[in-house]
């Protein structure tokens, strides 16, 4: 079982801007087999794919709501997948998580099957 720890998350100002960290802890060798998926959440709605990465980094996701703001990467070296957030809104408050499946799938619709336990942001002034 892949365990995912998401880190980087906090309260911000609008237009400012945090870096998600996903770790696999224990799993560098592998880590870089898996294609990774950035959910957000709110209590009361649906949870929301932001952006992926598949495992060959050939193809990632971006969201229409955060296009031009969230960039994804990774580092295989160091079994994390990150997410930059920049000019962050109000509407971006959500609990962030990563979700991770093994093979290079699409990103949208895969069957991610690790998830962390989320990284809460907060963009408030």
């Known amino acids: 079982q892949v365990q995912l720890v998401e880190s980087g998350g906090g309260l911000v100002q609008p237009g400012g801007s945090l870096r998600l960290s996903c770790e696999a802890p224990?799993?560098?060798?592998?880590?870089?087999?898996?294609?990774v998926g950035w959910f957000r959440q709110v209590p009361g709605k649906e949870r929301e794919l932001v952006s992926g990465?598949?495992?060959?980094?050939?193809?990632?996701f971006v969201a229409d709501s955060v296009k031009g703001r969230f960039l994804v990467s990774r580092d295989n070296d160091k079994a994390t997948v990150f997410l930059q957030m920049n000019n962050l809104k109000p509407e971006d408050t959500a609990m962030y998580f990563c979700?991770?499946?093994?093979?290079?799938?699409?990103?949208?619709?895969?069957?991610?099957?690790?998830w962390g336990r989320g990284t809460q942001v907060t963009v408030s002034s």
């Open positions: 990465i598949s495992w060959t980094v050939e193809r990632t």
């Open positions: 224990g799993y560098t060798p592998t880590f870089r087999y898996y294609t």
């Open positions: 979700a991770a499946v093994r093979g290079s799938v699409e990103i949208i619709g895969a069957p991610y099957d690790h």
